[in-house]
C-alpha cells in the first residue's frame, strides 16, 4: 500500500517480459537435420505443401491451422513474417504454453510444416479457504470462473485482483490472496484451484489532517466529505480553552468568527461519532471527496482554491493517516451580470429567475444550479425547457475579474421550440402499455417540456409497479428536425401483496390472511392463459381479506378499483363489502347467547383536480353499515344491546399530494381533509328524543367526523430524511338531546393492528409507547368506548439501509405525542401523551411495509399502570401512520 508506484512497476516489468518471451525467436524456423539447405541469410520462397498439428490432444487441429492463418498452396518466406506471425495468432488465444513451427520435409519448393503446441491446462473446480461461506458466494460471482476456462497467468493475477479489490472496498487494504494449483488426477489436463484467502485487520483512518486552512474550519471541511471519515473520537475531558471576551464597551462582543470555528475544530476532535458512515478508505471516493472540498470553498467564493497535494502514510500497524494540503486563495463577489443572445425574456426577467444580486458571494454551484436545474425552486434552463426549448443552452464566462470582483456574461442560444414526436415505454413485461402511458404527462404532438418528464417519472413510481430508484427517461431530440422522441424505461417490480399476521386484542390471538393484487386485470379474467397465478396488467386493484380468532369471531371483506372509469378520465371507482361476526361462544338457542353481526358496502368515486393544481385530488363516497346486535350490552354499552342500527352517511375527502415515491419519500407532502356525515335525521322528524331509549335513539346513526393530516418530507443531507406528521379527528353531532353517537369513535395508542377495526365502526389509531387503545378516556360505566376528538404529533428521521425495490429497508428514530378527549370542552393540544424510540421499515414487495419499533410512553395513563413504559409494535403496512 506504501509502495504503491513501486509495486505497480514490477508488476507492469513482469507482464513486458512474459509478453515478450514467448516470441523471442521469432525470425527462425526449427529444422531437421536433413534440411541444411535452408539458408538463415538468405531467406527462400516456398509453397506451403502440408501442416500438420502435433501435441494436442483436446482441441480441433483444423481450428489451429485456421488460426495459424498459414493455408496450402500459399507462399512463405522462410525464414519470413508469415511464420512469425502464425505463432504470435496462436499465442493470442492464451491457451498454449509452448509453440513452435517446424519444416519436416522439403520437396522441390513446397515446403511441409508441422505446428507444434503445448496446451495449458483447464479449470477442473475451485475452492476458497479463509472466508466464511457467505463472503465465498460473493466473490464467487464477481472472478466468474467456470470449468473448462484455460488456466493462463492472466486468468490468477485477473482472480487475485478482483478479489482484493473486493475487500479494499470494505477496508481491508492488507489482505492476501495466493491461488494454489493441483492437477486434477481424475481429469487430464485439468487442475484444481484453491484460493487462500487472508483478510487481515480492517484498515482504517485514524487522523485526517487539512493544512492550509483559514478561513474554513478543519471540522468543516472533514464534513464536507462524504465517504472519507477518520475513526470516531469521544474525549469530553479535553477543555476547550479560554473564550475570548471584549469588554472595552458595556456590552459584551463576542468574537463570533473565531468561537464557531473553535467550537467546530473541538467538536471535531473530540466528539466525532461516525454512525452513517464508517472509517475506511477507498481511494476512488476519497478522490471524489478530495473535489468535495474544494466545491465547498467555490461556494463560499473561493474560486481559486484547490488542492496541493495529498498523503496517505501508515499509523501504527493497521490504520493509515491522511494528509491534505490545500490553498484557498482569495474571496470573490458577483459585480456584473449581462445577458447576451436572449429574446423570448427580458435581461430583467431572466436576472430574476437567476436570483443572484451585485455584491453576493461568488458561489459558483449557485450560479450553475439556478442556471441549469434546482429541484427547490425555479431556473433559467426549466423556464425555456417547459416552453419547448429543448435546444437552449446557457454559458456563463468571466469577461473580466478586478480586485474581489467578477463580472459575468451569461451567453444564451436559445434555439427553436421542439416538439414531441414519439413516446414509448420499455421495460414493462406484465403491465399492459396503455396503462403506463395514461400516467405520462408527455404527449405526441405538445412541446417539449422538463417539468413534465419528471412529473411522469413521478406519476410512474406512485404506481407501484415499478422500481422507483431506476425509472430512467431517455429523452432523445433531433434538432435536424426540431423533435424529439421520449423513451420511459422501467423495472416490473411485484406489486401484489400477502399479508399473514397475528395480532393481540382484547385478550385473545387474531389470525389475518390477506390478498392485494394491486395491477389486477378484469378483462382477463376469463381469459385461460392469463392466470399466472392471476390476471395482470391493467392496473385494476382487488382486495381480499379474512380474520378470525376461531368460530366466535371471524370477518372478510373484498373490494374492487377500477383507477380509469371509462378508459379516458382518472377517475377511480372502488366498490367494497365487508361481514363481521362476534358472539360469545354460547348455543343461538342459549338464552344468554350473544351476537354482533355487521354488513358493510361502500361505492366511491375518486378524482384528479387540476386546479389549485393536479396534485390535488378529490373522493366522494357513499356507505352503508349495519349493526345488528343481541345481548351485546356487557361490551358494547348501547341500550339493551339488542336491536338494529343504521349508518348510511356521505364521505368526501379533498388531498394534495406531493411527495416524490411511495415507499420511501424524501420530499413532498401529502395533506388531506375529510368529511364524514350521516343525514341529520333528529333534525327532520318530530320526535321527542329526550323520551326514548337508547335503542331508538340510534336505530339511524347520526354524526359529523372531521379529519385531517399533513405530512411533510425534508431530506436533510444525502438519503437522510425528516418526515413531520400531524393528525387530527373530530367527531361531532346534530342534536345534543342525543348527543354524540357510541358508534365511530377514535380510539388511540399502541400499533392498530387489534383486529376489531370494523367493530361498532370505530377508527383506530396508532401511536407507539402505549399499549392499544389505552390514550383514550373511560366514559359509560367505566367502559372504554373512545374519544370524539384526539391529535398525534410525530416526528421522525429516517436514513435507509438499502433502497433495493425487492427489500427496501430504512431505520428511523422518533418524537411522538397524542391524546384523545372525550368532547371539544375537553380537548387541549398541548395536553398530550409523549413517546419516543426507534425502529425499522421493511418493504416486502409481496408482504408490503413491515414494522417493528421499540418505544417508551412517558406519561402515566390514570387506571392503567401498565399503558405506558416500553413497548414494542409490530405494524403492517404502515398501520403506525
Partial sequence: MINMLGKKTIILFTAIILAVLPFMGFGQISIGDDLSKISYERPSEYVVGGITVSGVEFLDKNVIIMLSELDLGSKIKVPGDKITGAIKKLWNQGMFENISITATQIQGNKIFLDIYLK?????????????????????????????????TDHLLIRTKNIIKEHYADKGYLNSEVEITQKTNEKAENFED????????????????????NKEVSEGSLKSAMKETKQKGVFNPLNPLGPLVIDMTTDVVTLKFKKLQDDIANYISQNYKVNIMKGSKYIESEFKNDLNLIVQKYNKMGYRDAHIIEDSVYKVGNSDIGIDISL???????????????????????????LGIRKGDVYNKELLETNLSYNPLGYDVSSLYMDNGYLFFNATPVEVYVNNDSIDLEIRIFEGKQARIDKVSIQGNDKTNDHVVIRELRTRPGQLFSRSDIIRSTRELANLQYFNAETIQPDVKPNAAE???????KVEETSADQIELSGGWGYGRVIGTIGLKFNNFSLNNFFK???????????GQKLSLRFQTYGKDYMSWSVSFTEPWLGGKKPNALTVSYFHSLYSNNLLKSDTNYASFKIDGVTVGLGKRLTWPDDFFTLYQGVNFQRYKL???????????????????????????NSINQPIYPRSGSDISLGLELTPPYSLLSNKDYSTLDENEKYKWIEYHKWKAKAYWYFELMDKLVLASKIRFGYLGHYNSVIGTTPFERFYLGGDGLSGYNNFDGREIIGMRGYANETVTPLYYKDKNIGGTIFTRYSLELRYPISLNPSSTIYAQAFFEAGNSWLGPQDFNPFDVRRAAGVGLRVFLPMFGMLGLDWAYGFDQIPGIPSANGSHFHFSLNQSLD
Fill in 327 to 353: 490553498e484557498e486563495g482569495n474571496k470573490y463577489y458577483f459585480r456584473n451580470i449581462e445577458w447576451v443572445g436572449n429574446t423570448i425574456y427580458t435581461s430583467e426577467f431572466l436576472s430574476t429567475i
Fill in 482 to 488: 426540431g423533435t424529439v422522441d421520449v423513451i420511459y
Fill in 193 to 212: 484451484l484453491t484460493i487462500s484467502i487472508k483478510k487481515n485487520k480492517k484498515v482504517k483512518i485514524d487522523v485526517i489532517n487539512i493544512y492550509g
Fill in 528 to 538: 385461460k392463459d392469463s392466470w399466472r397465478p392471476v390476471p395482470t396488467g391493467d
Fill in 119 to 151: 496446451e495449458r491446462p483447464r479449470l477442473s473446480k475451485f475452492s476458497f479457504s479463509g472466508i466464511r461461506k457467505a463472503e465465498a458466494d460473493d466473490i464467487r460471482e464477481k472472478i466468474n470462473l467456470s470449468r473448462g476456462d484455460v488456466v
Fill in 630 to 656: 343481541k345481548n351485546y350490552s356487557t361490551i358494547f354499552p348501547v341500550g339493551t344491546g339488542t336491536g338494529n342500527f343504521h349508518n348510511i352517511n356521505y364521505e368526501i375527502n379533498l388531498g394534495r
